[in-house]
């Protein structure tokens, strides 16, 4: 769905009069259904953060020999957002053979040992990965050499702001869950409980099937005894 199909389906299921042929240059309703619209956009997109599957993205690139703090400029990824340090790999071989995990720890913890005395300083293969409080990558060892980093990120989806476009780091098949969040704030601004009880119901069923297809599986351990 483009982003005026997705305001003309929140028109049309909230039983809204008249219509909408544009979202460029609005007043009034119209704008506000605009508005709801990228407003649940973000909502959905901030529900799960990190763990929505379709905000991941993979990158591979070259750590700076002495460098061991990067930003996501720094790495060529114009949109992210925040790393997922638990994928990380390390590799100085360009078909990435032989290629190592790095160990992703949480900040105080990658603090309190790497940033400490002369380990400061130690340059060799990385071991550990971490994001700092200004959401920098930290890799330490620092780089001995141009070693590979391999990936993924959290990217961060562009806007919805002209008619031609399209959610798309959602996938198509659950594009409506953005129609019925609309429909949520439409039917609150309007105190209208009905419209909110409908949508409310239709966005749960189509956020349970996102949950299904696009979060990790829940797997359950072994039994303790």
């Not at 997109?45 to 990067?70: P, R």
């Amino acid at each position: 769905m483009t982003f005026i199909e997705i305001c003309q389906s929140v028109y049309r299921e909230g039983g809204i009069s008249g219509n909408i042929t544009s979202v460029q240059n609005q007043s009034g309703e119209a704008l506000r259904v605009v508005k709801w619209s990228q407003q649940a956009y973000q909502e959905i997109l901030n529900d799960q953060a990190l763990n929505w599957n379709f905000q991941h993205q993979s990158f591979a690139e070259k750590l700076v020999i002495g460098q061991g703090t990067y930003t996501f400029a720094e790495l060529n990824l114009d949109n992210g957002v925040q790393w997922d340090v638990n994928s990380m790999r390390v590799a100085v071989n360009d078909n990435f053979s032989d290629e190592t995990f790095l160990i992703g720890q949480r900040f105080p913890q990658f603090r309190d040992y790497w940033l400490f005395s002369s380990r400061r300083d130690t340059v060799s293969r990385p071991l550990n990965a971490s994001v700092d409080n200004q959401t920098n990558l930290r890799i330490a060892p620092i780089p001995d050499q141009e070693y590979w980093l391999i990936g993924q990120y959290l990217e961060q989806a562009p806007l919805l702001a002209d008619d031609t476009d399209i959610p798309a780091i959602i996938p198509a098949r659950f594009h409506n869950i953005i129609v019925w969040r609309a429909l949520r704030h439409y039917g609150m601004f309007e105190a209208a409980p009905e419209v909110v009880s409908r949508a409310d119901h239709e966005y749960k069923t189509v956020l349970q099937q996102l949950y299904n297809d696009q979060t990790y599986e829940v797997i359950v351990g072994e039994p303790m005894c």
